[in-house]
């Protein structure tokens, strides 16, 4: 059973030297008695919350994973074996599997089973599964968009980034994203139909560019990335708007988070900023899967994703998702059946 292995904490930025590939051996029955399931996995993901590791101390993480144990993380995988009722060997799950080839899993109420198998399974680590939800919930949920709105998404191309900003356009909003390559900002406006993106590297002065971009102003933004991009925001946001903050990808390797200068502007146009997890909205996941459903097989919503080949791409994967040289929803295949 190949695995990844965390070797060490993460301390700033990921190394590919803080995770190893080993094997071990498993054993692929459910121990007598044992209410669990073990699983083949087919599709790791690859998500910026695996960053975290013990060392952070604190509520940031959905999943703390430890030292010399398998990488914490998202998948799609199929049932080998099952202790349980509610599973069948053949089965088709998402979840939190662990980066193995075979998982024995325990916490059986985290498990999402896929009953929709005319899409490509991977999408349930993406557009179908956490990060897709994740934008719904924040756009949907926290922004209360109307038509007609200017929104902004920042990290507009990643996993969630792509979703918002096309629920947005959806929504019969004006849509503007940033990214960290003209390749991404070309896919922004040809592929995913934002009406404008911009290249954030190259801008050296976020206020003006906004400026340049929304000269009305901003009624929405959804945050991915916090520091400067926030700031430069903040002085941009028109009266009574709204800011969903998903995360703040720019501030996790930091030992002390950027100042936020214009956190003032929150009294002076009435604007709403409001933080969430997408975890205490599981009980619309239905309601999101059957709409997204809708979206993806009629075209409205199309999802890019950044496929890596095999589980010893994993590290590499990861290291890249900080560093903006993925692109698209990370995925690492790992068996296609
Ligand atoms: P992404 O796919 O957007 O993450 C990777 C991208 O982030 C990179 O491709 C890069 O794109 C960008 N990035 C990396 N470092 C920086 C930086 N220093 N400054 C600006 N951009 C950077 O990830 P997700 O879509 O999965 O997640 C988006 C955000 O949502 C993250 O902050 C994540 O932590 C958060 N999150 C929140 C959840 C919740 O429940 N609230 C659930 C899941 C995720 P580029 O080329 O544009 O630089």
């Keep these: 059973n190949k695995q990844v292995i965390c070797r060490n904490q993460f301390i700033g930025v990921p190394k590919e030297s803080d995770m190893t590939i080993t094997t071990s051996s498993i054993t692929l029955k459910v121990p007598q008695g044992l209410k669990a399931i073990v699983v ?13 590791v013990e060392n952070s ?10 030292v010399d144990t398998p990488v914490v993380g998202y998948g799609v995988a199929k049932v080998v074996d099952s202790g349980s009722p509610d599973f069948q060997e ?37 557009v179908l599964g956490m990060p897709g939800h994740t934008a719904y919930v924040g756009f949907n949920e926290i922004c209360s968009p109307k038509s007609g709105e200017y929104v902004f998404v920042s990290s ?15 929504m019969g909003c004006y849509v503007v994203g940033s990214a960290g390559s003209k390749e991404k900002v070309d896919l922004l406006k ?13 801008e050296h002065d976020l206020d003006a560019t906004l400026k340049r971009y929304f000269p009305q102003g901003i009624d929405i933004y959804f945050e991915n990335v916090g520091g400067k991009m926030l700031d430069a925001v903040l002085a941009n946001m ?15 390797h930091l030992d002390q988070p950027e100042g936020i200068k214009n956190l003032v502007q929150l009294v002076y146009k009435r604007i709403l900023m409001k933080g969430f997890r997408v975890y205490e909205y599981n009980h619309i996941y239905p309601k999101f899967l059957e709409t997204m ?13 950044d496929v890596n080949d095999g589980i010893e791409s994993g ?20 068996a296609r059946e």
Aim: charged share 20%; with cysteine; glycine share 12%.
């Design 40 to 52: 083949k996995n087919l599709y790791l993901s690859c998500d910026p919350y695996m960053r975290g």
């Design 57 to 66: 101390g604190n509520d940031r993480l959905f999943y703390a994973f430890t």
């Design 90 to 126: 053949g089965d088709l799950i998402w979840g939190p599997t662990k980066w193995q080839e075979y998982s024995l899993l325990e916490n059986l109420d985290s498990l999402v089973k896929i009953q929709h198998k005319d899409v490509p399974l991977s999408y349930y680590n993406g």
């Design 156 to 170: 507009a191309f990643g996993a969630i980034g792509q979703i918002a900003g096309q629920l947005a356009k959806l």
């Design 190 to 202: 040809n592929k995913l139909g934002f009406d404008e993106a911009f290249n954030y590297k190259e």
């Design 238 to 252: 028109r009266v009574n708007g709204r800011i969903a903050v998903c995360g703040m990808i720019s501030q996790y």
């Design 293 to 305: 459903l809708a979206y993806v097989r009629e075209g409205r919503i199309v999802y890019q994703e």
């Design 315 to 334: 590290p590499a994967a990861l290291v890249r998702l900080f560093s903006g040289e993925n692109s698209g929803k990370g995925v690492i295949v790992v």
